[in-house]
């Protein structure tokens, strides 16, 4: 008896030893792995990738984000590159299955579906749903604006191709759910740049993280305005006044008591400029009394001021604005206004409602841009000859650079905004004739006010 308690002991002791000598192996591989992929030896970390994705598939994340670098440089390389990509999809799956406490299942679901697009991997249906799943199972972390986009395009295929039984609706409500995450991203990203912007404005020099940081923000806030305005041009045929107005109107009994989509559908009538017709009036009234919001008042504000009574137009302004607390939700309301104010030929008012906006939200520099074009809009009103009214553009210039520098997604705009104006603009031989020195005050003499300075040209 003595001795078989003896041989138990060691064989518990010998599978002990055996277990922790395999996780340290594994250890010492991932080890030597890393710097192979770190040195970019990608044909000798392959060969380990393999080896540790078969002994040890539950490591560490740290061999799946190197086996990601090894099958992307092969896929650049050339060669087979679907072959690559299909080898990288399966990396993919690996991670979630194998190291989920330490992967975002949405991020990578949408690496996925992207990789099958580009490569042109299975069927358009295989390929939509792996955006869905990654859309339904883990939105916070479903954010790379081409996969957004890349969702949206395949459902919108699926539309066009008469198959999958998808309807208009269908894909309004897709459009809609789409637009609303660009938003929440868009919002997300706002918040990260304002507050470095304010870090710089502080004159406090930004660490190398948070520099890294801005750089992320600002490619994303450039794919963001790139693949939200793609996927609005895809579905701006389909969706006019024409088009939404009947389908809205044969759903509306229907959902009545449906505060969502009551707001998507009076908020898509408000941006196609639907907003005169009498079924936008109804929903309006018929979400503010479900459920009151910013939006639902600035809609009122907009129908009773069309109406012509300025009273309740004004109050219900009032109260939208009182009722958005969230500076950027809020910076995103007072453009609205702003646009609407500029579109009725308000100058001064419009020009009002963008600084607010800008106040609330200084990195959103469409602001800048529409400030810029009313001015430049107005040269002729505020000048006493030639030489002071084309000076305006001077102050249209000064106003579409501030866009391009807290908004890196329209700078490309902003530059040739502010080239065009400096070139309408009064030039160095028209300064010098005129006996003006860089720095001196020209009076703007109309609504905009104040002054420009020449430009030291």
């Not at 050339?78 to 080898?87: F, I, L, P, V, W």
């Not at 009036?281 to 012509?308: C, H, M, W």
């Not at 969230?326 to 009725?344: E, F, G, M, S, T």
């Given at each position: 008896m003595?001795?078989?308690?003896?041989?138990?002991?060691?064989?518990?002791?010998?599978?002990?030893?055996?277990?922790?000598?395999?996780?340290?192996?594994?250890?010492t591989?991932?080890?030597?792995?890393?710097?192979?992929?770190?040195?970019?030896?990608?044909?000798?970390?392959?060969?380990?990738?393999?080896?540790?994705?078969?002994?040890?598939?539950?490591?560490s994340?740290?061999l799946?984000?190197?086996?990601?670098?090894?099958?992307?440089?092969?896929i650049?390389?050339?060669?087979?590159?679907?072959?690559?990509?299909?080898?990288?999809?399966?990396?993919?799956?690996?991670?979630?299955?194998?190291?989920?406490g330490?992967?975002?299942?949405?991020?990578?679901?949408?690496?996925?579906?992207?990789?099958?697009?580009?490569?042109?991997?299975?069927?358009?249906k295989?390929?939509?749903?792996?955006?869905?799943?990654?859309?339904?199972?883990?939105?916070?972390?479903?954010?790379?604006?081409?996969?957004?986009?890349?969702?949206?395009?395949?459902?919108?295929?699926?539309?066009?191709?008469?198959?999958?039984?998808?309807?208009?609706?269908?894909?309004?409500?897709?459009f809609?759910?789409?637009?609303?995450k660009?938003?929440?991203e868009?919002?997300?990203?706002?918040?990260?740049?304002?507050?470095?912007?304010?870090?710089?404005?502080?004159?406090?020099?930004?660490?190398?993280?948070e520099?890294?940081?801005?750089?992320?923000?600002?490619?994303?806030?450039?794919?963001?305005?790139?693949?939200?305005?793609?996927?609005?041009?895809?579905v701006?045929?389909?969706?006019?006044?024409?088009?939404?107005?009947?389908?809205f109107?044969?759903?509306?009994?229907?959902?009545?008591?449906?505060?969502?989509?009551?707001?998507?559908?009076?908020?898509?009538?408000?941006?196609?400029?639907c907003?005169?017709?009498?079924?936008f009036?109804?929903?309006?009234?018929?979400?503010?009394?479900?459920?009151?919001?910013?939006?639902?008042?600035?809609?009122?504000?907009?129908?009773?001021?069309?109406k012509?009574?300025?009273?309740?137009?004004?109050?219900?302004?009032?109260?939208?604005?009182?009722?958005?607390?969230?500076?950027?939700?809020?910076?995103?309301?007072?453009?609205?206004?702003?646009?609407?104010?500029?579109?009725r030929?308000?100058?001064s008012?419009?020009?009002?409602?963008?600084?607010?906006a800008?106040?609330?939200?200084?990195?959103?520099?469409?602001?800048?841009?529409?400030?810029?074009?009313l001015?430049?809009?107005?040269?002729?009103?505020?000048?006493?000859?030639?030489?002071?009214?084309?000076?305006?553009?001077?102050?249209?210039?000064?106003?579409?650079?501030?866009a391009?520098?807290?908004?890196?997604?329209?700078?490309?705009?902003?530059?040739?905004?502010?080239s065009?104006?400096?070139?309408?603009?009064?030039?160095?031989?028209?300064?010098?004739?005129?006996?003006?020195?860089?720095?001196?005050?020209?009076?703007?003499?109309?609504?905009?006010?104040?002054?420009?300075?020449?430009?030291?040209?």
């Amino acid at each position: 008896m003595k001795k078989t308690i003896t041989l138990l002991v060691a064989g518990l002791f010998a599978v002990t030893s055996f277990t922790t000598l395999n996780a340290q192996d594994c250890k010492t591989k991932l080890s030597l792995f890393a710097e192979n992929a770190k040195a970019k030896n990608y044909g000798e970390a392959e060969t380990q990738l393999n080896e540790l994705r078969k002994d040890c598939p539950t490591i560490s994340s740290a061999l799946y984000a190197y086996g990601e670098r090894i099958y992307k440089n092969k896929i650049k390389k050339g060669g087979d590159k679907k072959t690559a990509a299909e080898e990288l999809i399966q990396l993919y799956k690996e991670r979630i299955a194998n190291v989920p406490g330490k992967t975002k299942k949405g991020d990578i679901l949408g690496k996925i579906g992207t990789t099958m697009v580009d490569y042109k991997i299975g069927t358009v249906k295989s390929q939509y749903d792996v955006f869905d799943q990654a859309f339904k199972e883990d939105l916070e972390n479903f954010k790379n604006p081409k996969s957004l986009y890349q969702y949206f395009e395949l459902y919108y295929g699926m539309y066009t191709a008469g198959n999958q039984g998808v309807q208009l609706e269908d894909l309004i409500q897709k459009f809609e759910e789409l637009t609303e995450k660009f938003e929440s991203e868009s919002e997300r990203l706002a918040k990260t740049k304002n507050e470095l912007i304010a870090k710089k404005d502080a004159g406090t020099e930004l660490t190398s993280k948070e520099k890294r940081n801005e750089k992320i923000a600002d490619t994303n806030i450039r794919a963001i305005a790139i693949f939200s305005g793609n996927m609005e041009s895809l579905v701006e045929k389909v969706s006019t006044c024409e088009t939404l107005i009947p389908l809205f109107r044969k759903n509306f009994d229907a959902n009545r008591s449906n505060s969502l989509w009551l707001k998507r559908a009076a908020g898509r009538l408000d941006a196609k400029g639907c907003d005169e017709d009498p079924l936008f009036v109804e929903l309006v009234e018929a979400v503010d009394a479900l459920e009151p919001s910013a939006n639902s008042k600035r809609y009122l504000s907009g129908i009773y001021e069309r109406k012509g009574d300025a009273a309740k137009a004004e109050e219900y302004l009032r109260q939208s604005l009182s009722m958005e607390t969230d500076p950027i939700k809020k910076a995103k309301l007072l453009y609205k206004v702003a646009a609407k104010a500029k579109k009725r030929g308000q100058k001064s008012k419009a020009r009002k409602y963008y600084l607010e906006a800008v106040k609330n939200n200084p990195s959103l520099g469409s602001a800048y841009l529409s400030i810029a074009r009313l001015y430049a809009s107005s040269v002729n009103q505020c000048g006493n000859d030639e030489f002071t009214k084309r000076a305006g553009y001077w102050k249209a210039a000064e106003m579409a650079r501030k866009a391009g520098q807290v908004d890196p997604s329209l700078k490309s705009i902003a530059n040739r905004t502010v080239s065009s104006y400096m070139q309408s603009a009064p030039s160095k031989s028209d300064v010098f004739s005129k006996g003006y020195k860089g720095g001196e005050a020209i009076p703007l003499n109309c609504w905009i006010g104040g002054s420009v300075r020449v430009p030291n040209l």
